[in-house]
């Protein structure tokens, strides 16, 4: 019997799931089954996006079939030629030998590499942005090599703002009854498979998925459909931000992985022993057996923390098997940008941790501690510094906050203003305008309360000349920072008042919305325009609450927040030279020499006061 499901009026899938397949590509353990996808789209032609695995071909015929409600087939849209998404295409086209296959030249080359059958009578080549018109809907074709294959091409529907996106952003796991991601609980049941999936299939290729990030940055893409996993339909950028990181080889979390491979425990002690005193410093850890654990698990983990120690045996003067595959898998998934170290272990001649950091030091970006922990047979007493050691050098790259309450201490009774940076604030440029005086300031407190009317609030110092402007115009923009941003944007629009200072001079062009008022396009991801509804006295500041009058999008570029703001753009305050005392200002880094500061003091640079120095 037939089991599809609508995607849209006139889109269904007619994929099918397999959860007795043992290994995925013959590699990966796919407990929980995958899903090979597949749409028709039934416009004024009738178009089919891939085929599936010929494991489910039988489902899949029939569910074409009924989709097609008796209509013929006019186009088959080829994307990938892999088998678990080609395999079914000669059956198809003995079925409906009308049909017009969509492709490009190089999946044409594929296919007739894996089929023999009589494709050249029925092509339909296209290549970048060729554009296909099915009645309502126009496909724009994508080229995306080695995002998997190097034929791979992904559609966009322009008129149904879809993106077919082929292998990318897909997940291992059956679809159990659902079909769009916001259907399940995402982050905590698919979150792990999705980055399993990528590292494993498509890691190695970060600077190809980044080409087509950026392609896709370009579209409006209100949904998308890739060739395994759920529908994306809403809150796209869940799963779009995971891509932009691990195509970057960025860390998902600061953490440390530990992989060990022991053969008679004692490896295994040490990696316990370290992940304690690593978790007696406040840092996540989470430790696999590479003996026990698959591999694939272990390359997806490595893809998410930021830190990996790798703990192995010597075997046959080399490193044990199954930690030998492990590092050989990392490297040839391209793992990058990492903090590792090293333990190993050997009865007579330990050779591994050598190993080791010899094939992952050809990685890229990948950073190995000097320290040694090298073990011959079991750990001893007098070795456990060494671990501790280990564990200290690991922990340097983990400052605890001054004043941050250590696990078991007790919690200071006290209001720590450093607490309210753990807030995810981010950081924004509000720009007003007063008759032909444009100004704007740098504020951290702006969040959406409703959606219908969509409104916001912000939170503006009165101190400031952009207040007084919202005051009296009731008008605004937020020019929400991105982590792109140099400390030079913040010094011009946070340091100086708009007073005595035309914040926008050297701006060559004037960029205004609807509302008249000028908003920043560079360094920021995205305008938001209000009106201001009502207003509340918090004595410094007022809170504006503001109806949204237009918003829009201007880079997939992560908004900075303040504690990034702080750990990666404002610069590191340098010590007074010559030994001299000092107050360092923890807003914009101005260093005021002497031994004492006064209680009225005023940072020449960016106004705060004293409260906002501390002692160098
Ligand atoms: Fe699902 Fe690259 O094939």
Redesign the pocket.
């Known amino acids: 019997m037939y089991c599809i499901k609508k995607v849209t009026d006139d889109l269904v899938w007619v994929g099918s799931n397999d959860r007795r397949l043992a290994l995925f590509e013959g590699v990966y353990s796919v407990p929980t089954g995958v899903s090979y996808n597949s749409y028709l789209l039934t416009d004024e032609k009738t178009v089919l996006f891939d085929t599936v695995d010929k494991a489910v071909r039988q489902r899949f015929m029939e569910n074409v079939e009924v989709a097609l409600k008796g209509r013929k087939l006019d186009y088959l849209v080829v994307q ?1 030629v ?1 088998p ?2 080609s395999a079914v295409i000669p059956e198809l086209i003995r079925q409906h030998p009308e049909i017009k296959i969509v492709c490009s030249a190089r999946v044409l080359e594929f296919i007739k590499q894996f089929y023999d059958f009589d494709i050249d009578s029925r092509i339909h080549l296209v290549e970048e942005n060729d554009t296909l018109n099915t009645g309502k809907h126009n496909l724009q074709f994508i080229m995306a090599p080695m995002v ?2 190097p034929e791979v091409m992904m559609t966009y529907d322009s008129t149904a703002k879809i993106l077919f996106s082929a ?1 990318a952003f897909g997940c291992f796991g059956a679809l159990n009854g659902a079909l769009f991601a916001d259907e399940v609980d995402f982050a905590k049941d698919y979150m792990d498979e999705t980055r399993r999936y990528y590292s494993n ?1 498509v890691g190695k290729y970060g600077t190809q998925v980044e080409s087509v990030l950026d392609k896709a940055s370009a579209l409006n893409i209100e949904m998308i459909c890739p ?2 996993g759920f529908v994306w339909r809403s809150n796209l950028s869940e799963i779009i931000s995971k891509y932009m990181l691990w195509s970057r080889y960025e860390p998902e979390e600061r953490g440390v992985m530990i992989a060990y491979a022991s053969v008679y425990g004692n490896t295994e002690n040490a990696a316990e022993i370290l992940a304690c005193r690593l978790r007696d410093k406040g840092i996540k850890t989470v430790i696999f057996d590479v003996s026990v654990t698959p591999a694939s698990e272990i390359v997806s983990a490595a893809f998410k923390w930021s830190h990996l120690v790798f703990a192995s045996t010597t075997y046959n003067a080399g490193i044990f098997v199954t930690m030998e595959a492990l590092i050989n898998d990392l490297s040839a998934h391209n793992i990058q940008n990492r903090r590792v170290a090293v333990i190993e272990n050997g009865s007579w001649a330990p050779t591994s941790g050598g190993l080791i950091r010899e094939i992952l030091g050809k990685c890229e970006k990948i950073n190995i501690l000097e320290n040694n922990v090298s073990i011959l047979s079991g750990l001893k007493k007098a070795q456990l510094s060494d671990i501790e050691s280990m564990a200290q050098a690991i922990g340097a790259d983990f400052p605890a906050p001054a004043g941050v309450a250590q696990n078991n201490q007790a919690v200071p009774n006290t209001v720590d203003p450093n607490t309210m940076f753990k807030l995810s604030y981010g950081l924004f440029i509000l720009t007003a305008r007063d008759g032909n005086k444009d100004n704007g300031c740098i504020i951290n407190t702006v969040m959406q309360v409703t959606v219908t009317p969509m409104k916001i609030t912000i939170g503006v110092n009165k101190a400031n000349y952009t207040h007084d402007m919202i005051l009296k115009t009731g008008k605004f923009n937020v020019s929400v920072l991105s982590e792109k941003a140099p400390f030079s944007i913040f010094q011009q629009f946070g340091f100086k008042s708009g007073k005595d200072t035309d914040k926008f001079a050297g701006s060559e062009e004037a960029l205004r919305t609807e509302n008249g008022v000028r908003y920043v396009s560079e360094w920021t991801n995205g305008v938001i325009s209000g009106e201001v509804k009502e207003s509340i006295d918090c004595g410094t500041h007022t809170l504006f609450i503001a109806e949204v009058n237009q918003a829009f999008s201007l880079s997939r570029d992560a908004s900075v927040t303040y504690q990034y703001y702080f750990d990666n753009i404002k610069p590191k305050p340098q010590p007074p030279k010559g030994n001299k005392k000092g107050f360092v200002c923890k807003i914009c880094g101005y260093v005021h020499e002497g031994d004492t500061l006064p209680d009225d003091f005023v940072c020449p640079l960016c106004k705060h006061g004293a409260a906002d120095f501390e002692r160098i």
């Open positions: 990938h892999e678990d998404h998997h294959w292998d299939i060739l395994h």
